[in-house]
């Protein structure tokens, strides 16, 4: 990876949100983009589920509907995740054959999410790699990471928590087992933000700052600040309506 394109952070609405990130996985899988790093946050707020779950097991609908919740289905794995005003979500985009990222799983989240833990250290978080997905803060959860390999791309797209609006994490049912798995006996409690961690208010665009001069050190590579292209922009309402639609949010 010579070079790395970065969209700096905007918000949009949840469905837009994945629509791009898949716009620019098809754009970049057939080489009509470069490697992107993109950074955005969610308007209204969201929950988004994997790939491969269902959805009456992992939402509220009922308290989504009640609090102007959207819910969106990922085309990536991982679990249910709630976006709110508090979290810089990132996608990071590369040819699956880009040698920059290893071929088997576990070493390309871990590759992948390396600069992201050395930007949080270096804003005074003791950031760690969690296998399989996650990166924690003294055995918090700050990070959650999913990923896919489609159009010839690697997609891979996350949640830093800066802060958390704590109400909203009634919109997801997690299970009891999971949570004693990692050790809380709650959705809130296996969590922390960077403003817990830092006592102060931390701006999205200083986290990605950070995060954008760390995968240039890592990857060795040329960071270009730019926009989505053309194609990629002509893709993104007709994938919008495809997340938008029934079939999709309720396939599983």
Excluded at 41 to 60: C, K, N, R, T
Excluded at 67 to 75: C, K, M, S
Excluded at 108 to 118: D, T
Excluded at 144 to 172: C, K, Y
Aim: net charge positive; aromatic share 8%.
């Amino acid at each position: 990876m010579d070079r790395l394109r970065v969209l700096g952070f905007s918000v949009f609405e949840p469905t837009v949100n994945m629509a791009l990130d898949e716009a620019i996985a098809e754009a970049v899988g057939s080489a009509k983009s470069p490697p992107t790093l993109r950074f955005y946050g969610w308007s209204p707020s969201a929950v988004s589920i994997g790939y491969f779950q269902e959805i009456h097991e992992e939402v509220d609908l009922e308290f989504c509907h009640s609090n102007g919740i959207e819910v969106v289905r990922r085309i990536t794995g991982g679990g249910a995740v709630i976006h709110t005003k508090g979290e810089l979500t990132y996608s990071f985009t590369v040819c699956d054959k880009d040698p920059a990222v290893p071929q088997d799983i576990q070493g390309s989240y871990m590759r992948i999410c390396a600069p992201i833990v050395s930007a949080l250290r270096g804003l005074g978080a003791d950031a760690v790699f969690a296998p399989i997905n996650d990166i924690e803060v003294g055995g918090k959860k700050i990070s959650g990471n999913a990923q896919t390999r489609r159009f010839g791309a690697v997609l891979q797209h996350g949640t830093i928590l800066i802060d958390l609006e704590r109400g909203m994490l009634r919109a997801l049912k997690v299970k009891r087992e999971k949570l004693q798995d990692r050790g809380a006996d709650s959705v809130g409690n296996r969590l922390i933000t960077l403003k817990e961690i830092l006592g102060r208010d931390l701006r999205p665009g200083e986290l990605s700052s950070a995060i954008v001069k760390e995968f240039r050190k890592h990857f060795k590579c040329k960071v270009e600040y730019g926009k989505a292209s053309p194609i990629e922009l002509c893709r993104v309402p007709a994938i919008a309506e495809r997340h938008k639609s029934i079939d999709w949010l309720f396939r599983r």
